[in-house]
């Protein structure tokens, strides 16, 4: 074996150990959801999932709250989506094709807006929140997170809109496309890649979302599934095995849906969030 | 200066000077009302004694918070704390990131499949992450424990995130586990832009793999890697969910990161005063990093065009 061989075969295993390291602990937690209650606390441990088990995956939707969680997440999640759509697109528009006073000013800002930890606005929020009858709402949630999803989602746009020349435009105008329809009929198609990948980030910072979640809703029904689950952490009185099949559940979509928009994902997170 | 001409050429076509405005306003006027207004108000509780039992009582009471931060040994302690994470985090993220980059970086069979095994801890939510590590590094049970002990390299009692000494690295790792994949994506495309004629030529030349990254690669992704170094000390400045489900800030402030601390003094000890003037500190920080990054970018483009 030559030495640049042996380079390109190690650097092989490496990259498949790294691969390895990656998806252990998301396989761990489909093992030990379907570890039978004898296999849990054996002297060695099962490191296999047993496929007899597969039922919990049925079992945890029995429970009512385990539903309820994610739907409520679902709710919001989808609510933080559209409203930042709807607020991302003529704001990264506006910034990719118009001059207008104050455009440096409101670039600044959503650059700014950007180094906001979440943790600071928790309070101020609560207090707006409170006496309009927010807190304990779906819409309190979908509020809070479109603030932090909206500067974001709006560089993504823009650096999108930035690459689609502006003769399409004109064209389409000339044929009688008259104002904001030229945007929806014409520019919006061409982006298309780029305003789903917006949608699946929107999508699972509301999903993820937990800080606003654990501080604004108090009553249970409202829940959704990152404070249901977060109450069980580091906790093994409950059967650990649901606690992790309802983690399985929780990250698959989250998982399924990045991998499925991967490539349009990474670059525009990475245009998005640095080029401000 | 031609997006300009074009823009005002559009504006005229779509027939209406205000359309810009009409555009922007809504997006503007949402982020004044839930970022603006809250930051102001965040402002205006850090020079107030205010107490989450009685969050609407605002008393005046000038940097007495801040000058009491002086004075605490628990805010020292988590500025030290928040400076190792965030070194950690960038150092580890990037280091790693470049690493599986530059490995990926080559045709073999199976890269697109192992591109997207390595995504996953990315795109998991944080509270999923939390809740599988902490079973996975569980004293008795876990089977992070249950493979070193007959190694003989378990910790002492087995305890990691609940060990003073190791609690802090532990969190670093989980979260470098979590964020190289992101580095390595967007590092691995970046490479996709080295000229390969220079990397051949280099090659040719017989210069070993360091003198090949060091001459053609780095220059290429460079900017690519610095940017990403700003965007991983922001997030790291700004992270909370995954600290907080994993220690709390504990065992006896380990972890007790600038904004762990602010929910603490905020939600557990309901000094809201206190907490909001450690918000300050937190983005102080976190945009003078900003500004020092953008000066330094600004002057090594500038170099550049001297040359």
């Given at each position: 074996m030559t030495r640049s061989e042996f380079i390109s075969h190690a650097a092989l295993v490496i990259i498949f150990v790294l691969a390895g390291l990656a998806i252990f602990p998301f396989y761990w937690m489909f093992v030990t959801a379907t570890t039978s209650d004898a296999n849990m606390f054996a002297a060695s441990p099962q490191l296999v999932p047993s496929l007899s088990q597969l039922g919990i995956f049925a079992q945890i939707f029995e429970e009512g709250a385990v539903k309820t969680w994610l739907a409520n997440s679902f709710i919001i999640a989808a609510g933080t989506t559209v409203l930042t759509l709807a607020l991302a697109i003529p704001l990264g528009y506006a910034f990719a094709r118009f001059p207008f006073w104050g455009k440096a000013g409101v670039g600044i800002g959503l650059l700014v807006t950007q180094m906001l930890p979440e943790a600071v606005l928790v309070v101020p929020l609560f207090s707006i929140f409170s006496p309009l009858g927010l807190l304990n709402s779906y819409a309190g949630l979908i509020l809070a997170n479109t603030a932090f999803t909206l500067p974001v989602i709006t560089w993504i746009l823009k650096n999108a809109f930035d690459t689609v020349p502006v003769e399409i435009e004109e064209a389409a105008v000339l044929d009688g496309c008259t104002g904001i329809n030229a945007l929806v009929r014409v520019v919006l198609p061409v982006i298309m890649p780029s305003v789903a990948a917006s949608a699946v980030i929107a999508f699972f910072h509301g999903w993820n979302e937990y800080v606003f979640a654990l501080t604004f809703i108090t009553n249970d029904t409202l829940k959704p599934a990152s404070v249901g689950l977060a109450g069980f952490i580091g906790e093994i009185s409950t059967p650990i095995q649901s606690v992790m099949a309802v983690g399985v559940v929780y990250t698959l979509p989250a998982v399924a849906l990045y991998l499925l928009m991967q490539r349009f994902i990474v670059s525009g997170m990475a245009a998005g969030s640095v080029k401000g | 200066?031609?997006?300009?001409?074009?823009?005002?050429?559009?504006?005229?076509?779509?027939?209406?000077?205000?359309?810009?405005?009409?555009?922007?306003?809504?997006?503007?006027?949402?982020?004044?009302?839930?970022?603006?207004?809250?930051?102001?108000?965040?402002?205006?509780?850090?020079?107030?004694n205010t107490s989450l039992l009685n969050p609407s009582r605002f008393n005046f009471i000038g940097v007495a918070n801040f000058s009491r931060l002086l004075r605490d040994p628990n805010f020292f302690n988590s500025i030290q704390v928040t400076a190792i994470y965030v070194a950690g985090c960038v150092i580890g993220t990037i280091g790693l990131g470049l690493f599986a980059a530059l490995l990926m970086d080559r045709e073999f069979t199976g890269r697109s499949f192992v591109r997207s095994l390595i995504i996953i801890p990315w795109a998991a939510p944080p509270v999923a992450i939390a809740l599988v590590f902490r079973w996975m590094l569980n004293g008795q049970y876990g089977i992070v424990n249950r493979g070193l002990e007959p190694l003989g390299l378990m910790p002492a009692e087995g305890l990691w995130l609940d060990n003073p000494s190791l609690a802090l690295i532990t969190v670093l790792a989980i979260t470098i586990w979590q964020l190289f994949p992101f580095t390595a994506v967007v590092i691995l495309a970046s490479l996709q832009s080295v000229p390969k004629e220079l990397k051949e030529a280099a090659q040719i030349d017989g210069a070993g793999l360091w003198a090949q990254f060091h001459a053609v690669t780095w220059p290429v992704i460079r900017p690519t890697v610095a940017l990403l170094a700003l965007l991983m000390t922001i997030w790291s400045i700004?992270?909370?969910?995954?600290?907080?489900?994993?220690?709390?800030?504990?065992?006896?402030?380990?972890?007790?990161?600038?904004?762990?601390?602010?929910?603490?003094?905020?939600?557990?000890?309901?000094?809201?005063?206190?907490?909001?003037?450690?918000?300050?500190?937190g983005m102080a920080v976190s945009v003078l990093v900003t500004i020092a990054y953008f000066a330094v970018a600004n002057r090594a483009t500038r170099a550049e065009k001297m040359r």
């Open positions: - | 200066m031609s997006s300009h001409s074009h823009g005002t050429q559009l504006a005229r076509i779509h027939g209406s000077r205000w359309l810009p405005y009409m555009l922007v306003l809504p997006g503007v006027v949402y982020l004044l009302v839930f970022q603006g207004i809250p930051l102001l108000q965040e402002m205006r509780l850090s020079v107030s700004r992270r909370f969910e995954l600290i907080w489900l994993l220690t709390q800030g504990g065992p006896v402030g380990s972890t007790n990161t600038l904004v762990i601390d602010l929910y603490r003094r905020g939600f557990i000890i309901n000094k809201l005063g206190e907490a909001a003037a450690v918000g300050m500190v």
